[in-house]
C-alpha cells in the first residue's frame, strides 16, 4: 500500500480557471488539465524567482517533490501552448497555508 500523499500549500486559488486559445487548431479541440499545485510551483519558481529550496518549503514539500510537481506543470504547460490545446486549472492535493497571528475582533 503506498504511502498517503502529503497535501501542498498554496497560497490561494487561480484567478482564471482556463486559457483558451483562439483559434482551433487542424485535428480538433483538446485539453489538458494543470493542477492548482502545479500553478503554485510555476507561480513560485518563475513568476517569483525564488530557488526550489524555497519555494519547496512554502508548499510544505520537500526540495525533490517540488522539482518533480514543477516538471510536471512546466510539461502540460508547454504541451498546451505548443499543440494549441485548452488548458484548465483545476484539482490536485493542496490545502492553504495556515494564516499566522490571530485575527483582530472588531471592525475589519
Known amino acids: 500500500m503506498p504511502r498517503p500523499r ?4 498554496v497560497q490561494g ?4 480557471e482556463a486559457f483558451i486559445p ?3 487548431p487542424p485535428w480538433g479541440k ?3 488539465v494543470l493542477p492548482i499545485e502545479g500553478l503554485e510551483a510555476i507561480r513560485l519558481s518563475d513568476f517569483q524567482g525564488l530557488d526550489q529550496k524555497t519555494a519547496a518549503k512554502m508548499m510544505n514539500v520537500s526540495r525533490q517533490t517540488f522539482g518533480r510537481v ?8 508547454a504541451d498546451a501552448l505548443v499543440m494549441g490545446k485548452v488548458l484548465r486549472i483545476e484539482g490536485g492535493h493542496f490545502d492553504m497555508p495556515p ?3 490571530r485575527r483582530r475582533r472588531g471592525w475589519w
Open 22 to 24: 483562439d483559434r482551433v
Open 13 to 16: 486559488r487561480p484567478i482564471v
Open 70 to 77: 514543477l516538471a510536471e506543470a512546466r510539461a502540460v504547460v
Open 99 to 101: 494564516r499566522r497571528g
Open 6 to 9: 502529503k497535501l501542498r500549500f
Open 30 to 32: 483538446n485539453e489538458v
